[in-house]
């Protein structure tokens, strides 16, 4: 676990024998299966809603910036874009001031988780009997998840914390550099520029460090449809050499692109049918558009020697 989950869950559980121990004898029986599942639910429901107040504060944050929701051709996703409760991805509408804006959109979560406490211990509910210690439980889940997530770490999906995404914009390492690169690249594409047009700086960053994060494989998966478009094809091997060797979780739409550019890859530069089938397999039919399964039938008859048939089809 990264160390804002072990912080979290260990504050949680001695925070619950404090309160226990506060509250004394509960006045219903906790033992009964049907008590000890309302309060599961009531638990699992306010944590919940901590969790939905700290993405509110990033959404928030984002469209003060800026950002707009992702509409369109999620092929292009990688991962590491502004992203609030796990699937709405958001973009900048232009490039002024982009770390100040990312650092205020990352500082806007923890804050949020921070602030809410203070807003809910303000008020003096007494009546009914359940609410103060809802209340109490709310806002202690809140400053837990607002402490964790400005812990600086890497989790085990390869996503950095808000703590880290702040830490790295201050000192304005390769590591911001590298997500920098990642966000404008993202942009430059949804807007037409192709690859063969992204500045050689933005290139260079997307690779360093090689740190096993989603950063990691998003730079290296952008540096080598950079470097196919320049007919690099050792550059470009490389990079997705790193990139199908990475253990991060990405998203299925990328997943999918990586896999199906090993297959054309092995398939249509190197030739090597064996290798390239293997990748199909691994990437299977499901999900694919038209297009792409045409460009994957083409490059299979290329590595077949079925020559004629590829060119074809390609015209």
């Known amino acids: 676990m990264s160390a804002g989950e072990i912080f979290f869950l260990s504050s949680a559980f001695i925070f619950s024998l404090i309160i226990a121990q506060a509250i004394g004898p509960l006045p219903v029986d ?29 959404f ?36 002024e001031n982009l770390p100040r804006r990312l650092f205020f959109i990352s500082a806007a979560g923890p804050l949020g988780s921070l602030l809410l406490p203070i807003i809910l211990e303000s008020r003096s509910l007494t009546k009914p009997a359940w609410l103060p210690n809802g209340i109490h439980f709310l806002a202690a889940c809140s400053v837990l998840l607002g402490v964790a997530s400005l ?21 304005n390492d390769a590591h911001a550099e590298r997500w920098l690169s990642i966000v404008r690249i993202q942009c430059a594409w949804r807007e037409g520029k192709i690859p063969q047009f992204w500045p050689q700086s933005w290139i260079e960053s997307l690779t360093r460090p090689d740190d096993g994060s989603r950063d990691s494989l998003n730079g290296n998966w952008l540096a080598y449809v950079w470097a196919t478009e320049q007919q690099d094809t050792t550059r470009a091997t490389s990079h997705l050499e790193t990139a199908l060797g990475s253990q991060v ?19 249509w530069f190197r030739e090597n049918p064996a290798l390239a089938r293997f990748w199909a397999e691994q990437l299977g039919s499901r999900g694919l558009s038209q297009m792409q399964r045409r460009r994957l039938e083409i490059a299979l008859l290329w590595a077949d020697g079925q020559l004629f048939d590829a060119q074809e089809k390609l015209s």
Request: aromatic share 6%.
């Open 249 to 267: 979780a990405v998203l299925r739409q990328l997943r999918k692109r990586v896999l199906l550019e090993a297959a054309v890859f092995q398939a």
């Open 60 to 95: 928030v944050a984002a469209r003060l910036a800026g950002f707009h929701t992702v509409r369109g051709d999620s092929q292009k996703l990688t991962g590491s874009e502004v992203r609030i409760l796990g699937f709405l991805t958001m973009y900048p509408t232009k490039m």
């Open 151 to 171: 812990l600086p770490d890497l989790n085990r999906g390869g996503k950095f914390s808000d703590g880290a995404r702040l830490i790295m914009l201050l000192k």
């Open 30 to 58: 906790i033992a009964k299966p049907a008590t000890l599942i309302s309060v599961l639910m009531a638990g699992a429901g306010l944590f919940v809603l901590a969790v939905l107040v700290h993405e509110i504060g990033h």
